[in-house]
């Protein structure tokens, strides 16, 4: 299994099946926590499991271009307004790796119980094998990866303040990440994942359900 925690602050390039790679920044850009959090509008929202409504345990907050809505758990997001610190990094992030990110998820886990299951962010309305840039800030967490149909993890890393990891060429094709929780008693940790949206795809009502 791949390294689990990021002792230095090179980037590593870490190889995966079907051409794809992940790449890590460990301390890639120092930001304010708390004015970070405060410029965003956190949501609860709600998913829905075997016919079930429950709270997704995390808030989040989709922002992004005005044309950049989002299917998520058969809802429709409609973006917020980019945030100064948002649009900053956006800025610095398309400058720094040629990127057209036009969105941002953000999500706030609030302590070890806060979490994120397997998924890939594969939605319909993404470019396809566009990259997807993770940027945590706060407190570290474990991000997992797996192979789709797979249970074994082919790595876990700890993603610590100011880390920034790239998920490249057909990382969500063939890969699924979570966030797994913790028993220890960890603080508060926000999350950004910059997204590309297709937009000609993405008029209300054209959006196909996953
Ligand atoms: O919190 C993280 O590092 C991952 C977030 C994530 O997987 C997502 O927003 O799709």
Redesign the pocket.
Known sequence: MKQLSLSEDQPQRIALNHESYLLIYPNWLQVPYQSLHDSIAWQQHSIRIFGREINEP?L?AWIGDPQCSYRYSQQLRLPMPWSEPLSTIREQLNREFDTHFNSV?A?L?RDGNDA?GW?S?DEKELVKDAS?A?L?VGCE?R?LLREKGSKAKVGEWA?GHGTL?IMAAKTQQYYE???ARTKKVVGE?I?L?FRQINISSTEVGLIPDK
Do not use: C, K, P, Q
Request: proline fraction near 0%; charge should be positive.
């Open positions: 995390r989040s998820l999500n886990y994120m998924h962010d997807i993770s945590s967490r991000f993603l990891l990440h979570a966030i940790r999350n994942t």
